[in-house]
């Protein structure tokens, strides 16, 4: 009979409590009856307790397992589930019996590519976290994310999270942050976050607005974009604002451009947090070109009302004037007159003609004639124009310089009337230069752009701020026998023609720069210049005196 083991426990002599293992086997005599056993004990107490410590250890690894939130997979070294915890068989609707089955992946990724995808992560055991889609027993599909661990006997454990609700929350939080950043850039407002005297946050309508880029502006102060005449307003209505003072909603103020422009930009802003600490919310409008066609809507109103009465004016000096003039003519043709009468008469005569000149003036702004449409060399006029003025004897003292483009576009419109805005603005010009003074004049056709600019420049005192605004306005003058009209009529002239002029300060500051701008008619073939003037440079600096 084989002798066999048991385990049993004792009680010592001293009352402690052990294990021996006990091996018996029956003896027989000659007949085959049992006449008693031999057997071997030993103690095995030690044996006993590291049995019961391992499993109580497996007891409580088994309970942690079971209770952590997350879900934990044991796979042995051919890759297949050897045990699965609580929260992944009630997460994935599977038993530990139907995980350790070995097809259970073909119900967990039903897609071939995707499955062999799955696997040859498992089996790298890469120890990083990666997401999978993973079929649940009742056909849903979730977002999870997984870790495997590698063992040391080639086993690995993964641990896996359900991120199926944290992915909704972040795709609903991606839709809505891309629509918020949508409205953001999209907005026809600059919005700016400001810290510190700093920009931390913009769109892409401050850079258009300010011309700088994104980095640049991050980089300088924001005073700084702002005309030095209104910083201390934006300063101070900035320290109401963190103090909790009342301030206006919204105030105008102007921004420099990178290129040096002037805009008027209407602002509004609060105060909000900003990573913990207070900074500004500003909202900006661009309302330069808003104000240009409010002013020129009111200009217009004006010079509508102007117009009527100069034109009702002019027709009730014309007559008068007229009897005025012929008795004069009438007296001077007298014979024996007196020196002194004549002189008076003479007099009165001329003032007579320069009255009916301005009559003229007025008639051609209270209603200024129809445009006669042609293709018109601008080179061109310019010529013809400069011809004519050259012969002025008070031109003797200055020097003319000029450089035309000789590949210059025609326009499209009246060239006795574009002749008569160029002879206008040379005349102030020439008024205005100093003796030995000079006077450039140049067109071009600027680098991509569909139109024609003419600029004349001076060397004299220049144009004060204060007129820059007026000079378009009619009777403003600041000579002594000007009538004020000629730039009015010039700049009706322009309107005409679709085009503008531009009035600024030289170059360095000297002088007077008027530059006519006009649409350029594509298609029309020009006519070559017979007399083209032609110069060395395009900007030449001026020299002279700055007012």
């Given at each position: 009979?084989p002798?066999?083991?048991?385990?049993?426990?004792?009680?010592?002599?001293?009352?402690?409590?052990?294990?021996?293992?006990?091996?018996?086997a029956?003896?027989?005599?000659a007949?085959g009856?049992?006449?008693?056993?031999?057997?071997?004990?030993?103690?095995?107490?030690?044996?006993?307790?590291?049995?019961?410590?391992?499993r109580?250890?497996?007891e409580?690894?088994?309970?942690?397992?079971?209770s952590?939130?997350v879900?934990?997979?044991?796979l042995?070294?051919?890759?297949?589930?050897?045990?699965?915890?609580r929260?992944?068989?009630?997460?994935l609707?599977?038993?530990?019996?139907?995980?350790?089955?070995?097809?259970?992946?073909?119900?967990?990724?039903?897609?071939?590519?995707y499955?062999?995808?799955?696997?040859?992560?498992?089996?790298?055991?890469?120890?990083?976290?990666?997401?999978?889609?993973?079929r649940?027993?009742?056909?849903?599909v979730?977002?999870?994310?997984?870790?495997?661990?590698?063992?040391?006997?080639?086993?690995?454990?993964?641990?896996g999270?359900?991120?199926?609700?944290?992915?909704?929350v972040?795709?609903?939080?991606?839709?809505?942050?891309?629509?918020?950043?949508s409205?953001?850039?999209?907005?026809?407002?600059?919005i700016?976050?400001?810290?510190?005297g700093?920009?931390?946050?913009?769109?892409?309508k401050?850079?258009s607005?300010?011309?700088y880029?994104?980095?640049?502006?991050?980089?300088?102060?924001?005073?700084?974009?702002?005309?030095?005449?209104?910083?201390?307003?934006?300063?101070?209505?900035?320290?109401k604002?963190?103090?909790?003072?009342?301030?206006?909603?919204?105030?105008t103020?102007?921004?420099?451009?990178?290129?040096?422009?002037?805009?008027l930009?209407?602002?509004?802003?609060?105060?909000?947090?900003?990573?913990?600490?207070?900074?500004?919310?500003?909202?900006?409008?661009?309302?330069?070109?808003?104000?240009?066609m409010?002013?020129?809507?009111?200009?217009?109103?004006?010079?509508?009302?102007?117009?009527?009465?100069?034109?009702?004016?002019?027709?009730?000096?014309?007559?008068?004037?007229?009897?005025?003039?012929?008795?004069?003519?009438l007296?001077?043709?007298?014979?024996?007159?007196?020196a002194?009468?004549?002189?008076?008469?003479?007099?009165?005569?001329?003032?007579?003609?320069?009255a009916?000149?301005?009559?003229?003036?007025?008639?051609?702004?209270?209603k200024?004639?129809?445009?006669?449409?042609?293709?018109?060399?601008?080179?061109?006029?310019?010529?013809?124009?400069?011809?004519m003025?050259k012969?002025?004897?008070?031109?003797?003292?200055l020097?003319?310089?000029?450089?035309?483009?000789?590949?210059l576009?025609?326009?499209?419109?009246?060239?006795?009337?574009?002749?008569?805005?160029?002879?206008?603005?040379?005349?102030?010009?020439?008024?205005?230069?100093?003796?030995?003074?000079?006077?450039?004049?140049?067109?071009?056709?600027?680098?991509?752009?569909?139109?024609?600019?003419?600029?004349?420049?001076?060397?004299?005192?220049?144009?004060?701020?204060?007129?820059?605004?007026?000079?378009?306005?009619?009777f403003?003058?600041t000579?002594?026998e000007?009538?004020g009209?000629?730039?009015?009529?010039?700049?009706?002239?322009?309107?005409?023609?679709?085009?503008?002029i531009?009035?600024?300060?030289?170059?360095?500051?000297?002088?007077a720069?008027?530059?006519?701008?006009?649409?350029?008619?594509?298609?029309?073939?020009?006519?070559?210049?017979k007399?083209?003037?032609?110069?060395?440079?395009?900007?030449?600096?001026?020299?002279?005196?700055?007012?």
């Amino acid at each position: 009979m084989p002798i066999k083991a048991y385990d049993l426990e004792i009680i010592r002599k001293n009352g402690t409590k052990g294990f021996n293992e006990i091996s018996a086997a029956l003896i027989r005599n000659a007949e085959g009856k049992p006449v008693g056993f031999r057997g071997v004990t030993r103690d095995v107490t030690e044996r006993k307790r590291a049995e019961e410590e391992l499993r109580y250890q497996n007891e409580i690894q088994r309970t942690i397992l079971d209770s952590i939130p997350v879900m934990v997979a044991f796979l042995g070294r051919e890759g297949h589930h050897q045990f699965v915890n609580r929260c992944w068989q009630s997460t994935l609707g599977w038993s530990l019996e139907e995980a350790q089955y070995n097809e259970i992946f073909t119900k967990l990724y039903p897609d071939p590519e995707y499955r062999k995808y799955v696997l040859d992560y498992i089996k790298r055991a890469a120890g990083t976290w990666s997401d999978f889609n993973i079929r649940t027993r009742a056909g849903h599909v979730l977002d999870t994310s997984w870790i495997n661990v590698p063992l040391s006997d080639g086993s690995n454990i993964g641990i896996g999270i359900d991120i199926t609700e944290r992915k909704r929350v972040e795709d609903a939080l991606r839709k809505v942050e891309e629509q918020y950043r949508s409205i953001f850039e999209n907005a026809n407002d600059a919005i700016l976050i400001v810290q510190d005297g700093l920009l931390r946050l913009t769109n892409s309508k401050a850079l258009s607005m300010t011309g700088y880029t994104l980095e640049e502006l991050l980089n300088i102060p924001v005073i700084d974009l702002v005309h030095p005449d209104d910083r201390t307003l934006v300063m101070e209505r900035h320290q109401k604002r963190i103090k909790g003072e009342p301030v206006p909603d919204y105030y105008t103020i102007r921004i420099i451009h990178k290129n040096g422009d002037i805009r008027l930009v209407e602002a509004n802003a609060v105060i909000t947090p900003w990573q913990g600490r207070p900074a500004a919310l500003a909202f900006v409008r661009d309302v330069t070109e808003q104000e240009a066609m409010r002013e020129v809507l009111i200009r217009s109103d004006k010079l509508s009302a102007l117009g009527k009465l100069s034109a009702g004016l002019a027709h009730e000096l014309r007559n008068p004037l007229a009897v005025i003039s012929s008795c004069a003519q009438l007296c001077l043709k007298k014979p024996k007159l007196p020196a002194a009468l004549g002189k008076n008469l003479d007099m009165i005569n001329r003032n007579v003609q320069r009255a009916d000149q301005l009559i003229n003036d007025l008639l051609a702004f209270s209603k200024p004639s129809q445009i006669s449409w042609k293709p018109v060399d601008i080179n061109d006029i310019l010529s013809r124009t400069l011809r004519m003025v050259k012969l002025e004897k008070s031109v003797r003292h200055l020097s003319f310089e000029t450089d035309f483009d000789p590949d210059l576009p025609p326009v499209l419109g009246d060239g006795e009337k574009i002749g008569q805005v160029f002879l206008n603005i040379l005349l102030n010009a020439i008024q205005a230069s100093p003796e030995g003074g000079k006077v450039l004049v140049l067109s071009q056709r600027p680098v991509g752009e569909n139109r024609v600019e003419v600029t004349i420049m001076d060397n004299g005192p220049g144009i004060p701020a204060e007129h820059l605004k007026k000079i378009f306005d009619p009777f403003f003058t600041t000579k002594a026998e000007g009538t004020g009209l000629g730039l009015s009529i010039s700049n009706s002239i322009m309107e005409q023609h679709n085009g503008r002029i531009d009035v600024t300060a030289g170059p360095e500051g000297i002088g007077a720069r008027v530059s006519v701008v006009l649409p350029v008619v594509e298609g029309v073939r020009k006519k070559p210049v017979k007399e083209a003037l032609t110069g060395r440079s395009r900007l030449p600096k001026m020299r002279g005196k700055k007012s």
